[in-house]
């Protein structure tokens, strides 16, 4: 007769399911939370998990779900790609839609990609970039009609790596996320400075809702009830019984189970067939010397096992908490553990294992893993693991699967000591940890890469780069690039300097210094100060190996020469382009090797030389492309080139344009070079031809294009969207929470990138929405005198704060920068510098020459731009005439341009100039035609528009003009 365990009843825990499902309603309404269940091995944490599922099921959502293990501690990220890997059996085909959306996902969860979808990804992606790619899946795929609720036990075992993820995904301050996070960590298990707690704290720093609850045992009723389901008996009858388990047990609800298993299989639980019911004897079982330990209950009851199912066990155990059963058929084949086969059987049907549909084992419980483990004497394990190991690999090695590798690797690790006895053993498992680590960067674990990439480094002989160059060479870089992805940038320039000092040729130097390039400076951005000595650090590399090459470095170059190199090339250009041109490919590696260290210098010598150092060798890259075919770096070259030096030749412009565009398509360039090319083309150039929100919707792709590839281009992108949102009316309150969660980003990576230029942006918005009031934040902002952004912001928010003289100020200053870099739109600039020239020239009658000088030029400017595209720049055009108009005192052309000006801006929606084109024609009306009912009707259309733009400060400011209106009934 067995006992009547009811696996489906949650004993005790109604508080805590009450929290839990409440929870999770609130996640369903459209906002993730999180919750965190600690307690003792066996209180029942998973239990309360489960009895949400099928809440969860039942309302359109879907339950993902990942074990961390003690022996596999080496895979944290893995674990909730693996978890997330789930979701593919929710969607089936529907995820062909999300790879187009989403690329980098095939490569976190290769198993989505069909051969038919043929998704490829161009670039290696690091932990920042794995996090930001797996927040956008989970935006993609959760909703309020389709939350997702992703549970991760025993998260004891889980370090930074996985929970900065599950950070990144909670704290996505867009709210476009919706997944309710679950969590299980034994509390008597970790200390106060352990991860979870640091996870606990930057929830709550970023504003995400945590409940936190902790399991004890069940108390003596809770407890009566349990046994009296498992007995069939009425609660009074086993009450007694109940209470000497409880004194035995403290309540915990598996070991009490066990121990009635154990009571039974002693025979002092019985079913008595003519009683019809469980009978027991009080005084012997109080009295029997009955270990209160569940382990030693489990151990002792494993003992009388048969050997076969002992070993299946003890093998098991070694591997973690779950393995798969072709493990299991490997080690059948061999002498050793011939009968693991017959003692999985066993294991099996005594309830120690469970398997699921893919043949996949695992132990019913945790304490029954650490049963088994206990099997083992402490002083044969590290030899138990090994053998296993090194007989898996030599089983695998002859079937050349790999599917087995991080486990193999992670066995034989173990034995260490032994390995470095044998030079042969230590080049064949250091082979294999590198594989090892190739196949974790392949699925862009990279802490994983960087463990096992590690202990291959570990196992080399001393001489290795002698004995063994290609495999040095070859491992020195891998942990090089491992180390670079997990932030570990002291460690990778180490290795990369090593490297360099080492190799035998210069052109096994070429990977290590590009790299090191790289790793020495975005990455390291804390401010441009901290960060100016790894810029020339890395300036000087990149120059040492362009001269290597064959290539000239100036040391200066005037702004004379490097005009003239810009016609140089763009005459080239002219002579050299056709139609085949764009399917030439460059062949040289060399020279592809060239063009890229010339892309890698471009910024580093913008930031520590000169803007025209910069277009030197912008030319020079764009120049070897005409000559030789054009390579992967072609199109951002010739973005560059468009940028920075040629921003005047429009028809140029937009015709190089188009083929840097079909190139970077030929190509399939990765994330990085995505982000710098729309950077350089949306951020820079398009508005002259493309609608400004255009322009703002692809620099955002630029900016996830970035993140996801692991490119810091992509916060550069940020402020281009910023820049361009601001200036074509987005709605305000939106664009403050955009800016917010850039800035959170910046935080959650430790960068400083660009940083500065969004929190002034911030001002800048917060300052429109309500003179910043409610709105600010307290940041430090360096406001530089010398810088552009600084410039424009005092400027932009001077004019609509209605400061004529601090805003004329201002943009003076802007245009006094018209030889240098400039990252805001010159004809923007112009715009607002001409209106508000036009409102002092309404109220000076003297000293007007300048403001006469600025008005003409905007005017001008205008019909320039708006030639190439009346979208942006017709509106703006017809303000500043109707402007002027009013201004001479031709009334009747003044109100049509008035109206022509607010028709073009709602055509175009820009929201914001529609409602300062109606805010202008009011007071015409009020000021000059005396018409005040035609200035109340204006003044009504200005305070909708700015209402809408979602600025209280012009609201308030139009109102109080209504109100000053003498108009009856108003």
């Known amino acids: 007769m067995q006992l009547l365990y009811r696996s489906d009843k949650l004993y005790g825990r109604d508080k805590e399911e009450t929290l839990i499902t409440d929870a999770f309603c609130r996640v369903s309404r459209g906002k993730s939370e999180a919750f965190f269940i600690g307690g003792f091995s066996g209180s029942?944490?998973?239990?309360?998990?489960?009895?949400?599922?099928?809440?969860?099921?039942?309302?359109?959502?879907?339950?993902?779900?990942?074990?961390f293990d003690a022996m596999s501690r080496e895979k944290p990220l893995s674990g909730v790609i693996s978890a997330l890997n789930q979701l593919r059996d929710e969607f089936g085909v529907d995820f062909s839609l999300l790879l187009r959306l989403l690329p980098n996902v095939s490569v976190l969860l290769p198993e989505l990609v069909s051969p038919a979808l043929n998704v490829e990804v161009g670039?290696?992606?690091?932990?920042?970039?794995?996090?930001?790619?797996?927040?956008?899946?989970?935006?993609?795929?959760?909703?309020?009609?389709?939350?997702?609720?992703?549970?991760?036990?025993?998260?004891?075992?889980?370090?930074?790596?996985?929970?900065?993820?599950?950070?990144?995904?909670?704290?996505?301050?867009?709210?476009?996320?919706?997944?309710?996070?679950?969590?299980?960590?034994?509390?008597?298990?970790?200390?106060?400075?352990?991860?979870?707690?640091?996870?606990?704290?930057?929830?709550?720093?970023?504003?995400?809702?945590?409940?936190?609850?902790?399991?004890?045992?069940?108390?003596?009723?809770?407890?009566?009830?349990?046994?009296?389901?498992?007995?069939?008996?009425?609660p009074r009858i086993c009450k007694s019984l109940s209470d000497i388990l409880f004194q035995k047990t403290k309540g915990n609800p598996f070991f009490v189970l066990e121990f009635m298993q154990s009571l039974k299989s002693h025979g002092l639980l019985q079913y008595n067939i003519h009683q019809k019911r469980w009978v027991w004897n009080e005084d012997i079982i109080r009295a029997e010397d009955i270990t209160d330990n569940v382990l030693h209950l489990l151990s002792s009851k494993m003992n009388g096992l048969s050997g076969d199912v002992q070993t299946l066990l003890k093998v098991m155990a070694c591997f973690g908490s779950s393995t798969n059963e072709s493990v299991i058929g490997y080690l059948n084949e061999s002498a050793e553990y011939a009968g693991v086969r017959n003692g999985l059987e066993g294991a099996l049907s005594d309830g120690f294992i469970v398997k699921d549909e893919e043949g996949c084992l695992q132990f019913v419980h945790d304490k029954v893993r650490e049963a088994a483990y206990n099997l083992i004497p402490d002083s044969d394990k590290k030899q138990l693991h090994y053998n296993l190991g090194?007989?898996?690999?030599?089983?695998?090695?002859?079937?050349?699967?790999?599917?087995?590798?991080?486990?193999?690797?992670?066995?034989?690790?173990?034995?260490?000591?032994?390995?470095?006895?044998?030079?042969?053993?230590?080049?064949?498992?250091?082979?294999?940890?590198?594989?090892?680590?190739?196949?974790?960067?392949?699925?862009?674990?990279h802490k994983t890469a960087y463990s096992y990439l590690g202990a291959a480094l570990s196992l080399l002989p001393n001489d290795h780069w002698r004995s063994h160059y290609d495999l040095s060479l070859r491992l020195s870089f891998l942990m090089a690039g491992a180390a670079k992805s997990c932030c570990q940038y002291d460690e990778a320039e180490q290795l990369l300097r090593g490297i360099s000092g080492?190799?035998?040729?210069?052109?096994?130097?070429?990977?290590?210094?590009?790299?090191?390039?790289?790793?020495?400076?975005?990455?390291?951005?804390?401010?441009?100060?901290?960060?100016?000595?790894?810029?020339?650090?890395?300036?000087?590399?990149?120059?040492?190996?362009?001269?290597?090459?064959?290539?000239?470095?100036?040391?200066?170059?005037?702004?004379?020469?490097?005009?003239?190199?810009?016609?140089?090339?763009?005459?080239?250009?002219?002579?050299?382009?056709?139609?085949?041109?764009?399917?030439?490919?460059?062949?040289?590696?060399?020279?592809?090797?060239?063009?890229?260290?010339?892309?890698?210098?471009?910024?580093?010598?913008?930031?520590?030389?000169?803007?025209?150092?910069?277009?030197?060798?912008?030319?020079?890259?764009?120049?070897?492309?005409?000559?030789?075919?054009?390579?992967?770096?072609?199109?951002?070259?010739?973005?560059?080139?468009?940028?920075f030096a040629m921003e005047d030749n429009h028809a140029a412009n937009l015709h190089i344009a188009k083929n840097a565009l079909s190139l970077l398509e030929r190509f399939d360039v990765g994330g990085d070079q995505i982000s710098g090319v729309f950077m350089n083309f949306y951020g820079r150039i398009a508005w002259h031809y493309e609608p400004f929100q255009v322009c703002g919707d692809n620099l955002r792709r630029g900016f996830e294009s970035g993140l996801s590839s692991g490119s810091n281009l992509g916060f550069h992108c940020a402020f281009h969207v910023i820049k361009t949102a601001i200036i074509s009316g987005e709605k305000l309150d939106s664009l403050l929470k955009e800016i917010d969660y850039y800035l959170h980003l910046l935080k959650t990576y430790k960068s400083e990138l660009m940083k500065n230029a969004l929190l002034i942006s911030r001002e800048t918005v917060s300052a429109l929405i309500d003179k910043g009031e409610a709105t600010s934040i307290d940041a430090k902002v360096f406001n530089n005198s010398s810088q552009e952004p600084v410039f424009f912001h005092q400027a932009y928010r001077a004019f609509w704060s209605g400061y004529t003289v601090r805003c004329h100020h201002y943009f003076e200053k802007c245009s006094q920068l018209s030889g240098q870099y400039v990252q805001f739109n010159p004809f923007v600039l112009k715009f607002y510098h001409g209106l508000n020239s036009l409102d002092v020239l309404k109220k000076k009658k003297s000293h007007t020459t300048r403001y006469k000088e600025v008005v003409?030029?905007?005017?001008?400017?205008?019909?320039?731009?708006?030639?190439?595209?009346?979208?942006?720049?017709?509106?703006?055009?017809?303000?500043?005439?109707?402007?002027?108009?009013?201004?001479?005192?031709?009334?009747?052309?003044?109100?049509?341009?008035?109206?022509?000006?607010?028709?073009?801006?709602?055509?175009?929606?820009?929201?914001?100039?529609?409602?300062?084109?109606?805010?202008?024609?009011?007071?015409?009306?009020?000021?000059?035609?005396?018409?005040?009912?035609?200035?109340?009707?204006?003044?009504?259309?200005?305070?909708?528009?700015?209402?809408?733009?979602?600025?209280?400060m012009k609201v308030d400011f139009v109102k109080k003009e209504i109100d000053s209106l003498d108009v009856s009934g108003s």
């Open 44 to 67: 029942g944490k998973s239990m309360l998990v489960n009895s949400l599922r099928k809440r969860v099921k039942c309302v359109g959502g879907y339950v993902t779900k990942h074990k």
């Open 123 to 234: 670039e290696a992606m690091n932990a920042r970039s794995v996090s930001f790619t797996l927040l956008r899946f989970v935006r993609v795929v959760s909703s309020p009609r389709h939350p997702i609720m992703l549970f991760l036990d025993d998260m004891q075992w889980a370090d930074s790596t996985a929970l900065d993820v599950i950070h990144t995904i909670l704290s996505d301050t867009m709210g476009s996320s919706c997944m309710f996070f679950v969590g299980t960590y034994r509390d008597n298990e970790v200390q106060i400075d352990h991860d979870i707690f640091g996870l606990l704290e930057r929830l709550e720093i970023s504003n995400v809702r945590t409940t936190k609850v902790s399991l004890t045992g069940l108390d003596q009723e809770d407890l009566n009830t349990m046994i009296s389901d498992a007995l069939c008996l009425y």
């Open 390 to 445: 090194q007989l898996l690999h030599s089983i695998c090695e002859r079937d050349d699967s790999d599917d087995t590798i991080f486990l193999i690797a992670s066995q034989i690790n173990r034995g260490k000591d032994q390995i470095l006895r044998d030079e042969e053993l230590s080049i064949a498992f250091t082979k294999l940890n590198m594989k090892a680590g190739e196949k974790a960067l392949d699925g862009c674990d």
């Open 502 to 643: 080492r190799t035998r040729c210069f052109e096994d130097k070429l990977p290590s210094y590009f790299l090191l390039s790289q790793t020495n400076v975005l990455p390291r951005f804390s401010s441009v100060f901290q960060a100016q000595g790894k810029v020339v650090d890395a300036y000087n590399t990149c120059s040492f190996v362009l001269l290597q090459l064959g290539e000239t470095i100036p040391d200066s170059v005037t702004p004379e020469a490097a005009k003239t190199m810009v016609e140089d090339t763009l005459k080239m250009y002219e002579e050299v382009y056709d139609d085949d041109w764009l399917e030439r490919k460059m062949e040289d590696e060399t020279l592809r090797t060239v063009v890229k260290f010339y892309g890698a210098i471009i910024f580093l010598a913008f930031l520590s030389r000169s803007r025209y150092t910069a277009i030197c060798f912008i030319c020079k890259a764009v120049q070897l492309s005409l000559q030789n075919g054009a390579c992967v770096y072609t199109p951002l070259s010739l973005l560059q080139l468009m940028g």
């Open 856 to 952: 003409r030029d905007a005017i001008s400017a205008m019909k320039d731009a708006a030639a190439n595209s009346e979208w942006n720049f017709m509106n703006k055009l017809r303000l500043l005439e109707a402007e002027q108009q009013h201004l001479t005192r031709h009334h009747l052309r003044a109100i049509d341009l008035y109206d022509a000006s607010i028709q073009s801006a709602k055509k175009s929606g820009f929201i914001h100039e529609q409602g300062l084109a109606c805010e202008k024609a009011g007071f015409y009306f009020k000021n000059k035609a005396g018409n005040n009912e035609k200035a109340l009707e204006y003044f009504k259309q200005a305070r909708a528009c700015y209402d809408e733009w979602g600025s209280s």
